[in-house]
């Protein structure tokens, strides 16, 4: 929805000011220059980029549009759900959850948090490394080196949707020079038209600027940026997880666990000491 509204503020203060000033609106109305430049950037993300990085941004671009998912529910959700697995170890020991993460849509502990649940990468990525634990006596420091590579692995993976983005945004500044000189050289070859219709084509020819820069700044550069805070968000998921993990690993208790891995979030979305123990206790005695 922030993209949208964004969207309505840079066009309506652009063309709104252009407007005010005394421009003519319809002097911007070149579609085959908005063709040019939008062709041809398409083109060069097309041939700059493999197949599965092609699918992948076009998969990530919608995303954009929605809410971030990642909210303090979500995190207490989370280290709920851990909680109630590292309490069911320490009571049970560790064989009493392969079942659990074996199997985790049957799991009574992971259906009490269905919004986790429904994350299959979260569940993948938590489950592997509850059967390494069940699997043996492993060293953390061994675990925790793994999960930092799976983590890097994940967000550099991530990534790559914005760092496409970026570098078609600026390639668009480019490509409206590049719509301003064909503009030019129509003006110059057309050089025997009366000075009324030469400068209506001068004029059409540096709308070919002006339209890629303002696709560039306005409207594909700013994408990047969100994209890049979504694969933040998630990043620090996975790091809420590890934390947690690796100390129930080194003997801390569950409530202490959980609080190693709060202390990891965001302070924009981290609940506080008695929000998360209010929580745990809620869930605790379902």
């Known amino acids: 929805m922030l993209v949208i509204v964004g969207y309505f503020i840079v066009l309506a203060s652009v063309f709104g000011g252009f407007a005010l000033a005394g421009g003519h609106l319809s002097a911007l109305l070149q579609p085959v220059e908005l063709l040019m430049i939008a062709g041809g950037a398409t083109g060069a993300f097309a041939v700059g980029n493999s197949a599965k990085v092609v699918r992948a941004t076009l998969k990530a ?3 954009v549009l929605k809410s971030s998912r990642y909210s303090k529910a979500r995190y207490m959700a989370l280290m709920g759900l851990m909680f109630d697995i590292l309490t069911k170890v320490r009571k049970e020991g560790l064989m009493s959850i392969e079942r659990d993460i074996e199997e985790p849509a049957k799991s009574g502990l992971f259906n009490r948090f269905p919004e986790i649940l429904a994350d299959h990468h979260l569940i993948e990525f938590l489950g592997d490394y509850l059967r390494l634990m ?3 006596n492993l060293n953390p420091m061994e675990i925790e080196n793994l999960m930092d590579n799976e983590i890097e692995t994940h967000h ?4 790559v949707p914005a760092q496409v983005i970026q570098k078609v945004g ?3 500044p480019a490509f409206g020079i590049v719509a301003a000189v064909m503009g030019v050289v129509h003006t110059m070859a057309s050089v025997g038209l009366p000075p009324q219709e030469l400068g209506m084509l001068i004029a059409q ?3 070919g600027t002006f339209l890629g820069i303002l696709l560039a700044y306005g409207f594909v550069g700013p994408l990047s940026g969100v994209l890049e805070q979504k694969v933040d968000e998630s990043t620090k998921e996975l790091q809420c997880v590890k934390v947690t993990l690796l100390a129930s690993l080194n003997g801390y208790a569950p409530p202490l666990a959980i609080e190693f ?6 302070s924009t979305d981290r ?3 008695a929000e998360l123990e209010q929580h745990v206790k809620k869930h605790k005695g379902r």
């Open 205 to 207: 020819a540096l709308v």
């Open 271 to 273: 609940p506080t000491f």
């Open 156 to 159: 550099h993976e991530g990534g």
């Open 134 to 136: 069940v699997s043996g």
């Open 261 to 266: 891995g709060r202390k990891v979030l965001y």
């Open 170 to 172: 600026d390639g668009l």
């Open 61 to 63: 671009l919608p995303t």
